[in-house]
């Protein structure tokens, strides 16, 4: 491997965490709780295996769990306070008056049946029906970056409607079932509310579909490329009338279509063959302009289809971009779950799942500022940007790793076995194993 000078500004990044953790720290009111949340992002940007409060803990150098368990859990912060924290702190690394909104759920898969949350449904994470819970998120996309701004955990049925098993997981009495396109608008109307600088918003079909969805953006003058079924009818006028996609696609002719790039993915240029075809909206919508816009795959002809309305008029790139712009909520995803284990909560309670995940959006909004800085430097010939990934990986190494005395590491371990073998003990009396109980001697 080739000697390398300094391509970093390690300096920099140091001024950077300190100044995302500006952003949060007046919010907690005593000192504990402040330094401790200042260790658990620290934590969460290091090499740990998982972040779990143990794993955490012992990074931070704490002698036992029970710190980073009072985080997460007894100690007196307001995570949805922290939430526009972290969402004003992505506007100033990254804001532009032409921002996208994103909204797209994910899951995580769990074992067991009281993680709040928790129970067999589908999730794409797995494509299939699984125990899983499940979360939906916003995520704020511009030319500079990308990050996750807002955050909600969806309850089923089953758990709404069980006083109980709510009570147990922390559950407050006021919550009541919500779809997940009801948490999305909710997230949404905080946004515009909050005024983020956006001028679009985009999804996937599930919460395209939704008529409800459409219109509050409309009502708000915010412009949308919203994926929908082939099947999902709207009125061409003509002699089409009132039609399905797929079947309006199907009489366009070869003119109508236009070759463009709906941008860079991870191997290249993503480019489509797309068309648009003016839409009449009902007579109680918005004014404005209404398309459906139509994707074809150039290797196979499959079609995928938008939604999209705007307040002004645009031209097709510029819903190209947007429609495009959606699979930058996957590479948040794919950041905050890969680089600072935004699936790897091992917590069950209401209030612990908001505090962790809130706290994992910041880490991951400090690594977009970063890359958001490190762009704007002059690029070094033969190396592609850095990416989040990358900084999680340089940032662990040149700043979180730190080394102790043997004694600690030994402490540690020897908590953790003690504590597995007590796990193990109360395992085997849940299921009457008397062969395995530990001895009275």
């Known amino acids: 491997m080739a000697a390398a000078g300094p391509s970093v500004d390690v300096a920099g990044w140091v001024e950077e965490f300190a100044c995302g953790f500006a952003r949060i720290a007046g919010r907690f009111r005593r000192r504990e709780p402040r330094l401790q949340a200042r260790s658990f992002l620290l934590g969460v940007l290091s090499d740990v295996d998982t972040r779990s409060c143990w794993q955490l803990a012992e ?9 980073m368990q009072r ?3 007894e100690a ?4 949805d306070a922290v939430r526009d924290d972290v969402r004003g702190y ?39 029906i699984e125990n899983a819970q499940v979360s939906v998120f916003l995520a704020y996309a511009t030319p500079a970056g990308r990050a996750l701004i807002d955050r909600a955990v969806y309850l089923p049925v089953s758990w709404t409607d069980d006083s109980a098993r ?38 996937d079909e599930f919460y395209g579909g939704d008529r409800k969805l459409r219109r509050d953006l409309q009502g708000c003058r915010l412009g949308y490329v919203l994926a929908v079924a082939k099947s999902h009818r709207v009125n061409v006028g003509g002699l089409h009338g009132t039609a399905r996609g797929d079947t309006i696609a199907a009489t366009l002719s070869r003119k109508a279509w236009n070759r463009y790039s709906a941008g860079d993915g991870a191997k290249g ?59 930058a909520v996957e590479c948040c995803f794919q950041n905050a779950k890969g680089a600072v284990g935004l699936d790897q909560h091992q917590v069950r309670r209401w ?83 008397t062969d395995h109980q530990p001895s009275s001697t």
């Open 90 to 128: 992505v506007i100033d690394a990254i804001g532009d008056p032409d921002g996208v909104l994103i909204l797209d759920d994910t899951g995580d898969l769990k074992s067991g049946l009281y993680t709040v949350g928790v129970q067999r449904q589908y999730t794409g994470t797995a494509g299939r």
């Open 269 to 327: 240029r993503r480019d489509y063959d797309w068309a648009w075809v003016a839409v009449l909206p009902p007579t109680d919508e918005a004014t404005g302009f209404h398309w459906l816009l139509i994707r074809r795959r150039i290797t196979d002809g499959e079609l995928a289809f938008y939604r999209c309305y705007s307040p002004t008029r645009v031209a097709l790139p510029t819903l190209v971009r947007v429609a495009g712009t959606r699979w």
């Open 166 to 203: 709510c009570a147990a997981a922390g559950i407050p009495d006021d919550i009541t079932f919500a779809t997940k396109i009801t948490l999305g608008r909710r997230m949404l109307a905080r946004a515009l509310d909050a005024g983020v600088p956006a001028a679009w918003a985009t999804a």
């Open 59 to 67: 990074q931070s150098g704490d002698t036992s769990p029970q710190a």
């Open 71 to 73: 985080l997460l859990g």
């Open 351 to 433: 209030d612990s799942w908001h505090r962790y995940t809130t706290l994992v959006m910041l880490a991951a909004a400090i690594l977009t500022a970063i890359a958001a800085t490190e762009r704007r430097r002059p690029a070094e010939p033969g190396l592609i940007p850095l990416t989040v990934i990358e900084i999680r990986r340089l940032f662990a190494k040149l700043i979180t790793t730190s080394t102790r005395p043997v004694a600690f590491y030994l402490a540690w371990s020897r908590w953790r076995r003690i504590h597995q073998a007590r796990a193990r003990a109360s395992h085997h009396r849940t299921r009457g194993d």
């Open 76 to 79: 007196v912060w307001d995570a």
